[in-house]
């Protein structure tokens, strides 16, 4: 077991090593073709190693833009606050990959004797739209990845199937009782997992995932038939794409317009909208 774990957190960074040098060695070759058409001298091995370069200082910052892709994610926003977020979030990535690149680079390229600053200033002038798409291609590979992957593969292994009386569908104010647990299919099995267990929800599309202190489950659920299906004493909705247990909030952290950054015992933080503030008033006049 701990074998296979140590192979699978190797192979991640491997991956996204393998997949930034054939950037570089894509980009870089497309260089050097190009500057070779138009009568420009051009070394092939600095085209390359440039490129390269380039590619690793992205490398450098894949797993804080998933981080941050996956927290401000497509999902969970409209467009115009989408994009509101992550052009700001573009050049701040941008401006930090050209500052690593010169970091690497300015030693290897740099003949005529000047500065760090001098060639960053040269970098940012001429390279910064470039990473700044880079950034936005990154992000949409992350998309992409989210939706089409993981969305296929939750297909695969998860097909919730209703067990009465088990899994009740009916809230607690109706005239039903609140679901005690939840079917989840697993691997061939049907696993019913207690809601004492989940900490918080989130939606992932057409699916919503299901966080233990665990593990995660992706199961293909609506996050209003989720909330329809929890006790509203016990589990809070806090944005369209978020359900907290009320008892794992720890504290509240207003950050503008009615809106709260929710922090959880275990370190978590999520956010709340001002849509589902009135969910919250409770437990803000505690």
């Not at 491997?14 to 070759?29: E, P, Q, R």
């Not at 977020?85 to 690593?100: E, G, K």
């Not at 944005?239 to 008892?247: E, K, L, Q």
Request: aromatic content about 14%; overall charge positive.
């Amino acid at each position: 077991m701990f074998e296979q774990t140590n192979r699978n957190r190797l192979f991640i960074p491997l991956l996204v090593l393998a997949a930034w040098t054939g950037f570089g060695l894509f980009f870089g070759t497309q260089s050097y073709v190009r500057d070779v058409y138009f009568g420009k001298s051009a070394s092939f091995g600095g085209h390359i190693v440039g490129w390269l370069l380039c590619g690793y200082s992205w490398a450098m910052l894949t797993a804080p833009v998933l981080l941050f892709a996956r927290r401000f994610s497509f999902s969970q926003y409209k467009w115009l606050r989408f994009f509101l977020i992550h052009i700001p979030a573009a050049v701040v990535f941008s401006v930090i990959q050209l500052a690593i690149y010169d970091l690497i680079a300015h030693p290897l390229f740099d003949s005529g004797g000047h500065g760090f600053a001098e060639y960053y200033r040269f970098l940012l002038a001429n390279e910064l739209q470039s990473s700044f798409l880079v950034y936005f291609a990154l992000i949409t590979a992350i998309f992409g990845h989210d939706h089409f992957v993981l969305g296929r593969k939750a297909a695969e292994i998860e097909n919730p199937v209703e067990i009465e009386p088990l899994v009740s569908q009916t809230n607690g104010n109706g005239n039903g009782h609140p679901a005690r647990r939840i079917s989840v299919k697993e691997n061939g099995r049907i696993l019913l997992l207690d809601v004492d267990e989940i900490d918080w929800i989130t939606s992932e599309g057409n699916y919503v995932q299901i966080h233990t202190p665990k593990k995660k489950y992706l199961i293909r659920d609506t996050m209003n038939s989720m909330e329809t299906k929890l006790d509203n004493h016990e589990f809070v909705r806090v944005r369209r794409s978020t359900i907290i247990r009320v008892a794992e909030i720890k504290e509240f952290h207003p950050i503008f317009n009615g809106e709260f950054e929710v922090v959880l015992r275990s370190g978590t933080k999520l956010s709340s909208s001002r849509r589902y503030r009135k969910n919250l008033e409770p437990l803000l006049r505690a």
